[in-house]
């Protein structure tokens, strides 16, 4: 009887033997399908957030080629934070090409001392990790910090991008991307800015070229084609 | 032969169960085995793509003169336009060691702001939607490159499936200094 006991452990151990191995080669397989979509995913993500950033800064310097850079000053209504303890902040939110200020409340309360640090970057994640509705999906949310220095001051950009697929990046994603773009110097001169290194400008279309010389008024220029320019 | 040691002996009912359940784990072994091998082969070749993409990507990223680019301006309409580039023919890339059937492709897509539609500034708008009052040239360009190819695997069965990796970004060119 000892004789035929020890059979059978025998082949029980043989038997969890292999499948110790069999659940291995699994578990390595699973481990390895997972980290080369973790490394896709984080190399989407890294560049979704790029992309975010140069669409802001894209966004943010058309206010300024129009010669009126957006500012805590003349847009105070968009602005959080007091330039002192917390910097003046502003949230852009969007997909692809599109953005405009967040409207979502999440973490963007202008008009308020708003969110110092890193704080504001729950309130990102937790953006960009709800089921996104239909007509309103951001795919990206990027904090803009309004800075001073010299006299001129610029935007310091932080962009945040949605993951593709759900669960397979690092638990931290959306991922942060740190950057500063759009160095904006106070120009008063549109021409100089806007048009600096244009070799020549072209016009399409009807209508009337003005210039004015005064930004106080615009509607009175100093010369005007009077609806000369068109099709010859 | 003592009548203790007979006893001690399998039966063959034992050994046939025993050698049943053997040959299954060894089968399931051998699978597994076979199965992880093609897994690592595969990703083998998506870590190779997607290197691929993202160099070709990072490289239009930084070449910084896409706006000045005349070949990125249709001839008649004077309009910013949008071009897809083949990775080999116009890019000069080649195939990544141990990628069969391997294309690329790298499209760019002219954006430009609509300022004056609205009254303000408010979104980017694809030019493939153009309306009256557009201002500036091509000034935001997105990136996207796809690299293609037919898998190991699929290639062993004589299949045509083909997998892809496809990175998307954007391209913002800095403004010149006044």
Redesign the interface.
């Known amino acids: 009887?000892r004789?035929?006991g020890t059979?059978l452990v025998n082949?029980a151990l043989?038997?969890l033997i292999?499948?110790g191995?069999?659940t291995t080669?699994?578990l390595?397989?699973n481990g390895?399908?997972l980290?080369?979509r973790g490394?896709?995913e984080a190399?989407?993500v890294r560049?979704?957030a790029?992309?975010?950033v140069?669409?802001a800064?894209?966004?943010l310097?058309?206010?300024?080629?129009?010669g009126a850079p957006l500012t805590p000053t003349s847009s105070p209504e968009l602005w959080a934070g007091d330039g002192i303890d917390v910097p003046y902040h502003l949230v852009l939110t969007?997909s692809?090409?599109?953005?405009?200020p967040d409207a979502s409340g999440l973490f963007y309360a202008p008009g308020t001392q708003g969110l110092s640090g890193e704080a504001w970057l729950d309130g990102a994640r937790a953006l960009l990790r709800a089921p996104p509705a239909e007509a309103t999906e951001a795919t990206f949310a990027v904090r803009v910090d309004f800075e001073e220095v010299g006299g001129t001051f610029f935007y310091r950009l932080r962009g945040l991008a949605r993951a593709s697929e759900e669960g397979v990046s690092d638990p931290r994603n959306p991922s942060v991307l740190a950057a500063q773009?759009?160095?904006v110097?106070a120009?008063p001169?549109l021409f100089?800015?806007?048009f600096?290194?244009r070799e020549r400008i072209?016009l399409?279309?009807r209508g009337t070229l003005a210039v004015a010389d005064s930004n106080d008024d615009p509607n009175d220029p100093v010369l005007s084609s009077n609806g000369a320019i068109g099709p010859p | 032969m003592s009548f203790a040691r007979c006893k001690s002996a399998f039966s063959l009912v034992e050994v046939v169960v025993s050698m049943g359940i053997l040959a299954t784990l060894l089968l399931a072994l051998a699978a597994t085995s076979a199965s992880a091998v093609q897994l690592g082969e595969d990703m083998r070749e998506r870590r190779a793509a997607l290197a691929q993409a993202a160099s070709v990507l990072e490289r239009i990223l930084a070449t910084d003169s896409l706006e000045s680019d005349p070949a990125y301006v249709d001839p008649n309409s004077g309009e910013p336009t949008r071009l897809v580039h083949d990775l080999a023919s116009d890019l000069g890339e080649a195939a990544p060691a141990g990628l069969d059937g391997w294309s690329g492709s790298a499209e760019v897509r002219a954006y430009r702001f609509d300022a004056l539609v609205d009254g303000a500034p408010a979104a980017w708008r694809d030019l493939a939607d153009p309306k009256p009052f557009l201002w500036g040239e091509g000034q935001l360009f997105e990136v996207r490159v796809t690299v293609r190819w037919r898998p190991s695997s699929v290639g062993r069965t004589g299949g045509s499936q083909t997998s892809a990796v496809t990175l998307r970004s954007f391209y913002y060119p800095s403004p010149e200094e006044p």
């Open positions: 009887m004789a035929r059979a082949v043989v038997v292999a499948l191995v069999v080669l699994l390595a397989s390895l399908a980290q080369a490394t896709q190399a989407h560049f979704a790029r992309g975010a140069a669409t800064a894209a966004w310097d058309a206010f300024a080629a129009q969007g692809g090409a599109s953005c405009a773009a759009g160095l110097p120009v001169e100089a800015y806007g600096a290194g072209v399409r279309g």
